[in-house]
Each structure stands twice: as structure tokens, then as C-alpha cells.
């Protein structure tokens, strides 16, 4: 068994080498997928390696894998890197503590706390109100789905599923959802997808129209699940609306904010989630718009009851010394769960919630510098709208699975596409808060380039 | 927004302080909950903080924490801190990738599958065999009892629960079974806690027996669930008698080795998990007796086909390159997943399969040191049994929950308690393999020391 402080030495040497790379080699030489185990050896074998093969092994690896904190990594619905955020995560790896007690995770408890306070009163949730950091936005909505499903039919949780439940989400919504009503037992069939207007929102009096029709047929509306954020447009659903109608007929409402429900913390843009203090829950990912390593999940919920009646259970074993306030197991789907509040913490800490503020918005402004850019330029054909930090374009007509997957395969940039209604686009996601208008701009430029240099990219 | 390298070199400084801490202070001064807020400042504030106040903070906190690498902490079913895996996690901190595609892990996506391969051939799974990374044990039984439910019930996916199923656990496993049958929409009512003999093993006749019960009153046998290592008495269920059991019936078998089915490693100890190749479903986790960061939790399935078909899901805007193999998002619960693999990988290469098996059997070894101290010693009452981790015992009749509080309160040691049937206990868990004979008997001898010294520990 080594030495800690070696392999200390050996991961700082590793990062000077990712750092270089990041900068020499932005998009990471891409290994095709058929020849993975034969280009790198991945091979875990009963003897142990020496050394200097391991070093060399782990350089190559490093070098080989996607790189998702440079200025040309915009797939996904995170980017860049905080670096506030990376110093707390390394210590909540060395500390290793688990968060279901306060014997073992200390002031870690208090840590996770604050930030779930601080965000409550943000949204302004009242004093009843608590929350959880889950392993991520579909364990997010899972769990508002669970308390939906058991504040609806509380005999539930003893008996299981005996009514015919059924839950209500946009068809833009995350993917999650649909995964999550098999989960529950509540069922896939059981999921009215209600149509989104033509910014991608969902349409609330298609909502009422579709509750009234469950109703009528003796179903029981159970759940709402609207998007702050959606997962292709960024569209934010019409929070106020949606919560005259659940409160009208006692229904569930969560508000997924997973990629862009940060907006909470910029008074220049939280009028996106107006109406969220109405919700019974709310989750938000500081792993996608704050820049946190993944995966950095809240869930915020009006009354804490509703988290411990879900998700609570005694163990002697386990709980055995502080309060409940403090034993957080009683609330969390997992029994060990690791430290994923302290990343959090140390960011928000050191740059203060203007910090925040500022993070957030500086992406609200790449979104308007790639939107000015297309706007301006006639090769480009926009399709997504203002408000929102998932630029969805094309350019020149060219295909756009062709593209994103060429600009992948050269190594130029990764970016993703996506389809709202009856088009299909790429979608450039301006969520790395490292970037400046530079980075964006460049963007364009090296898929301009590329597009040029390639005549056999196929046009739509 | 602050540099990399600035806080790289925070984080080093940290550490030292941490190290530092550990040898000086084995157990970290504890805080009254009570009195946390008061006496650390955890406060979130709109202005940020300045540097040199931050590194004060940062400092205050790691030393309160409470310090879970030490050869005084036996409090939970972690301990210790494998140096390879910590490398490996910290390197999962700084690249950042997510594990739902080729396209944004690459080669990380190899490391993952490898792991999961080998130990699909350790235990003995065939070629149609594969699994996933969890974010836990508990998720792991979660997986492992949504793939249960839907085998039996394919059309529960799209309809929701509908048919009276009923489960199957010891009354000695874990409590995540009970949240997992409210969670799953079958209730906790429908699981049957069977019996456990004198050693804590579930004992197959009297599950045969409820289980000819619930098909005489139209219930359907769904779900059972073995443990290799209970909670408590780290006690192994007789895998191959239950497997008897769960192929007459045709029942899904899920093995929970969370906490000890790491004996895979072993060729001297996985005869405690004989059988185990005819269950469906096997998990464990590597943050346990393998010594990683938590969390790196692996579920096995003797056939991908019901990981499938219970998790995955289309995405156009995701899977866009790559085929399903490659593409893990769609065998897993959540989307966006954080890459618990690569600490486990960094592990196994470097130091082997055999390595691997070094750790598990120290842990064996230590619980010998352990139960001969005990046996030698008529001041000790035993209450577990061979073959197990988890020692548990009272000493000179100190009521054990007095006891542990007062040892945790007085930074002496930190050990926790438990249960099995009329008895409570010291539970003393030998899982941290970079501990030696003498901490062991250390261990032994502060707890002595402390009660000689502290004659007011009420008796039992």
C-alpha cells in the first residue's frame, strides 16, 4: 500500500500535464470506440504494475479523454471549471466523509445546511422549508415524483401503488421524467405529455384541458412537473400559471431547474422563475450553470415533512447520537452518500453570492453574443430564443448530426444538436462562465472554416 | 474567477494540514451540534471573502471534521484511505467527465466496463452478463428490485403496478430494502422479513415457507433479497440454498454485498458467497472493504438485457455517436453521472487483482487479532461470530450506547453500536486495511483505559 503523500506528488505531476493539454490539444484526440482496448490498455490483471508503466498509462489516458473544461467543449449542459469548486471537491475526497450523520460528517452537516437554507430563503420558501442534495436532476425529480405520488395516496408507502395516478410534464422535458413513472410504479402510460407553445414553454390551459379530462375519466392528477430550462431550448415553463392550476386542484408542483434554474441567483434573470415560491419543490444543478465538478444536485421542498415522510428510516445502528436536524440520512434517498455540498460551499463562500450573480449572468451574455452573431450573419438560420443559453442554429443548410459529428471526429469542437418540433439544429450550449466573447466568436469561426475546407458535408 | 493553479496549490497546503491533523489528532475535536453555527463560520454571504480569511476558514473546518482515515475511526463500514484510489478520484475531480456518453468520457467509458467485466468473471457471470455504477448500496438494491418487478411484470413499466407482488429479506439486512419497496410502489407492508438463524443468516426453510404462503393467498413472489455482510453482524446468507429457492419459484435473486461482497478477491474467503453466480443480480461496493473514496458502488447483472430494459431511454439531443455499448447513460438510473470508476481502476491496476485480495484478507486478519483479544479476555462478553468483519462485544457490562457516546465525545475513539435480537453491543469494524495488529489491540486498550478512568459509565 503507497504512500499518500506519493501519490499526492503524482496527481499534482498529472494535472500539469491535463493543464498543458488543455491548452495545446483543446478537443482531446478522439479514440475510436471499436478500437478502445487495443489503443490504450485498460486491462485490470492479478499482478500489480510498476510505477513508471502506471504513470505513463494514466498520462495517456488523460490525454485521451474528452476534455470538458476548455473554450471549445460546448455538448453538454456543463463546461469550464471553477476552480473554487474543484478545491472543495478534492477535499471532500481526501476527508471522505458520509453525509447521513453528524458524527461523521461534522460540520460537513452544517455546510450542506447553509446552502440549503440560503437557497430557500433565495427562492423564498418559508421557515417550514428544507432540502437535499441529491445524486443528480433525474434523482431530483424522482424524489419530488415520490413525495408528489405520497402527499396524493399516503397509504402508499405501506400498501404501494393502488390508484390510478396519473402526472403531467411538457414534452420538452428532460427524459427523466418518463423514467422516473416506471420507477415509481406509477407507469409510462400514465404521463400526459402537454404540449409546449411554439417558444418550447408548456401550455398551461392544455394542462387544465388534460386535468379536467383525468378527472372526469376517475384518474387522480397526482404530479406537475414544470422545466426551468428545458433541455434542448432552455425554455423556461410558465411557473405562476402552472401553480393556479395545481393549486386549484391540489397537485404536486416541482420545478425542474437543473440546467438553468441558477437563474435564482441574479435578480436580472430570477423573473425567468417567477412564481417558483408557489412550487412544493425545486432542484437546481450548481454542477451546470454554477460550474461545480460533477455532480452537485439540490432539492429545495416548502415542507421539510414532506422529505422525511418520503424518505425517512429509523436504524439504530446508524443514527445514534445529535438530533434529526442534523442526522441528514433521514432525508436522503441514499443511507451513505458522499460530500457533494462542500464544492458548493467553497465557491459560493469565497466569490459570495454577487459571485454567483456574476457566473450566471456572464452566460445570459455569451447567449447574446452568439445570438447577435447569427442574427447578423444570413448563412445561419436561428431557431431558439431570447432569454436562454442553448443557441440552436444552423449554418448554410448543412446537416446538422453530420456536422456536430465531423467537428467531433476532427477534433475542431464538441458540441451537440437537437430537435424542437418538426426541425433539427445544433445546439451551442454557452454555459462554461470561463469563456469570454472571444470564445464564443471562435466558436464560429472554426466551424465556419471547417464547413468551407469540407464540400462533401451533406446539406439538409 | 480565480486560478487553477492558485487553488491547486491551496489544496496542497491543505492536505499537509489535514495529514498533519490526522497524526496528531486520530479523533477531531468534536463540536456540539448545537453549538456548530456559533462556533464556525459557515455563513453564505452576498460579498465574497477574502483570500487569506478563506484559507483560515477552510482550515478550521478540516480540522473539526471529523477524520475518517484514521486508525481511530471504526465507526462505520469505511475506514482508511487506499493512496491509489484517492489519486484516481482526485484526477475524476479535475477531468470532469460525465458517464453517459463515448462522446463526452471516452476511455473512461473502457475503464468502467472493465472493472464490470472482471468482476462479472470473478463471480462467475456468463457472457451475456454487465452492469453499472450505482450511486450507492441502497441504489443499488433499488436497481437491483425496479429489475425484479419488471421481470415479473414486464407491463409495470408502461402501466404502473398493478399485481400484488410481495418481497423477501432477513430480518438482519438493510434498511434500504424497506425504503425501496415505498419507493418502487410495492409498499413496505408486502416485504417479508424472514427469520435469521442464531449467526444472523437467513434461514431458506422459512422462506420457502412464507413464500408458499403468499402464492396460497394470491400474492406474487417477486423479489429476494441475500445479504453477503448484514449491517450489523456482517453475517453472509446462504447464497446457494436460497438460489435453490429463488429457481423453483422463479424469483429474481439479488446478493447485497455492499458491505462485505468484496470476498469476490478472495479465493480464501468467497466460499462466504458460494452460489452467488446463480443469482441475477450481485453488487458491492468498492468504498467499503476496498478502501476507495466513497462513493464506487457496482451492480452486476447475470443478463444486461434487464438493466436495459428497466433504465434505459432515448435522447436524440444525447446518444448521438457511438452504439449502446459505449453509450452507459442508457443502462443507468440517472443522466448526468459522475465518474466513480476511474478511483476503482487507478486502484486495481496498479496494484492488482492480487493486491485487491491483500486488502480484503487484512481485514479478516485484523478481525482475528480482534476476536482472540476478546476470547482471551474474561472482561468481554462476544456476541459475533467467525468469518466476519464486524466484531461485536461489550466490555465489564458498560451499557455499549453510553459507552460509544462517551468515547466519540471525548475524541478517545470513535465506534458505533448495534443490535441482534435481545442483545446490544460494541460493534467494532476492522474494515480499514491499512490498519495493523497494533491498532487493533490500541484500540482495545484506550477504550480500557477510558473506562477505568470514567467509573460513573452506567452498567447494563
Given at each position: 500500500m503507497s504512500n499518500?503523500?506519493?501519490?499526492?506528488?503524482?496527481?499534482?505531476?498529472?494535472?500539469?500535464?491535463?493543464?498543458?493539454?488543455?491548452?495545446?490539444?483543446?478537443?482531446?484526440?478522439?479514440?475510436?470506440?471499436?478500437?478502445?482496448?487495443?489503443?490504450?490498455?485498460?486491462s485490470l490483471n492479478d499482478a500489480a504494475m510498476i510505477d513508471d508503466e502506471f504513470k505513463n498509462l494514466l498520462r495517456?489516458?488523460?490525454?485521451?479523454?474528452?476534455?470538458?473544461?476548455?473554450?471549445?467543449?460546448?455538448?453538454?449542459?456543463?463546461?469550464?471549471?471553477?476552480?473554487?469548486?474543484?478545491?472543495?471537491?478534492?477535499?471532500?475526497?481526501?476527508l471522505n466523509n458520509s453525509m447521513y450523520t453528524y458524527k461523521v460528517a461534522g460540520p460537513q452537516v452544517g455546510i450542506e445546511q447553509e446552502i440549503i437554507r440560503q437557497s430557500c430563503d433565495l427562492i423564498g420558501y418559508g421557515s417550514k422549508s428544507n432540502g437535499t442534495f441529491p445524486t443528480g436532476g433525474s434523482m431530483s425529480n424522482y424524489m419530488a415524483l415520490v413525495m408528489g405520488r405520497d402527499t396524493k395516496d399516503p397509504s402508499c408507502r405501506l400498501n404501494g401503488m393502488t390508484k390510478p395516478m396519473v402526472i403531467y410534464t411538457s414534452k420538452e422535458s428532460h427524459y427523466?421524467?418518463?423514467?422516473?413513472?416506471?420507477?415509481?410504479?406509477?407507469?409510462?402510460?400514465?404521463?400526459?405529455?402537454?404540449?409546449?407553445?411554439?417558444?418550447?414553454?408548456?401550455?398551461?390551459?392544455?394542462?387544465?384541458?388534460?386535468?379536467?379530462?383525468?378527472?372526469?375519466?376517475?384518474?387522480?392528477?397526482?404530479?406537475?412537473?414544470?422545466?426551468?430550462?428545458?433541455?434542448?431550448?432552455?425554455a423556461f415553463d410558465p411557473i405562476d400559471k402552472i401553480a393556479d392550476i395545481t393549486e386549484k386542484y391540489k397537485i404536486w408542483l416541482h420545478v425542474d431547474g437543473a440546467y438553468c434554474g441558477s437563474v435564482?441567483?441574479?435578480?436580472?434573470?430570477?423573473?425567468?422563475?417567477?412564481?417558483?415560491?408557489?412550487?412544493?419543490?425545486?432542484?437546481?444543478?450548481?454542477?451546470?450553470?454554477?460550474?461545480?465538478?460533477?455532480?452537485?444536485?439540490?432539492?429545495?421542498?416548502?415542507?421539510?415533512?414532506?422529505?422525511?415522510?418520503?424518505?425517512?428510516?429509523?436504524?439504530?445502528?446508524?443514527?445514534?447520537?445529535?438530533?434529526?436536524?442534523?442526522?441528514?440520512?433521514?432525508?436522503?434517498?441514499?443511507?451513505?452518500?458522499?460530500?457533494?455540498?462542500?464544492?458548493?460551499?467553497?465557491?459560493?463562500?469565497?466569490?459570495?453570492?454577487?459571485g454567483l450573480k456574476k457566473i450566471v449572468e456572464q452566460q445570459f451574455d455569451l447567449a447574446n453574443v452568439a445570438l447577435d452573431y447569427i442574427r447578423s450573419n444570413p448563412n445561419y438560420t436561428l431557431y431558439s430564443f431570447d432569454d436562454s443559453i442553448s443557441i440552436c442554429f444552423n449554418y448554410k443548410n448543412i446537416e446538422p448530426m453530420a456536422l456536430c459529428t465531423?467537428?467531433?471526429?476532427?477534433?475542431?469542437?464538441?458540441?451537440?444538436?437537437?430537435?424542437?418540433?418538426?426541425?433539427?439544429?445544433?445546439?451551442?450550449?454557452?454555459i462554461n462562465a470561463n469563456n469570454e466573447k472571444q470564445d464564443i466568436l471562435n466558436f464560429f469561426k472554426v466551424l465556419e472554416d471547417f464547413v468551407d475546407k469540407t464540400p462533401s458535408l451533406k446539406r439538409i
Open positions: 499518500i503523500n506519493n501519490d499526492l506528488a503524482l496527481f499534482n505531476e498529472l494535472v500539469e500535464v491535463l493543464i498543458t493539454e488543455e491548452e495545446k490539444n483543446p478537443v482531446a484526440e478522439r479514440i475510436d470506440s471499436n478500437k478502445l482496448y487495443e489503443s490504450v490498455d485498460l495517456d489516458v488523460i490525454v485521451s479523454t474528452p476534455k470538458t473544461a476548455t473554450n471549445l467543449f460546448f455538448n453538454q449542459l456543463f463546461g469550464g471549471r471553477q476552480s473554487k469548486a474543484v478545491l472543495g471537491d478534492l477535499l471532500a475526497v481526501i427523466s421524467n418518463s423514467k422516473n413513472a416506471s420507477f415509481a410504479g406509477i407507469g409510462r402510460n400514465n404521463i400526459r405529455y402537454i404540449e409546449a407553445d411554439s417558444k418550447g414553454r408548456l401550455i398551461p390551459e392544455k394542462l387544465e384541458e388534460q386535468i379536467l379530462e383525468d378527472l372526469q375519466n376517475d384518474k387522480i392528477p397526482t404530479y406537475v412537473n414544470a422545466t426551468a430550462g428545458t433541455t434542448v431550448l432552455g435564482i441567483f441574479s435578480d436580472n434573470y430570477n423573473h425567468l422563475v417567477k412564481g417558483v415560491e408557489r412550487s412544493n419543490s425545486f432542484s437546481y444543478n450548481a454542477h451546470k450553470m454554477l460550474g461545480t465538478p460533477l455532480t452537485c444536485s439540490i432539492i429545495l421542498v416548502n415542507d421539510k415533512k414532506y422529505l422525511h415522510d418520503s424518505f425517512s428510516n429509523d436504524a439504530d445502528y446508524l443514527y445514534q447520537t445529535d438530533g434529526d436536524d442534523f442526522n441528514l440520512g433521514k432525508t436522503s434517498f441514499q443511507c451513505g452518500r458522499r460530500n457533494d455540498a462542500l464544492k458548493f460551499w467553497t465557491l459560493w463562500k469565497s466569490i459570495g453570492t454577487k465531423a467537428l467531433y471526429e476532427h477534433q475542431i469542437t464538441v458540441v451537440g444538436f437537437g430537435s424542437f418540433k418538426e426541425d433539427t439544429f445544433i445546439r451551442l450550449v454557452t
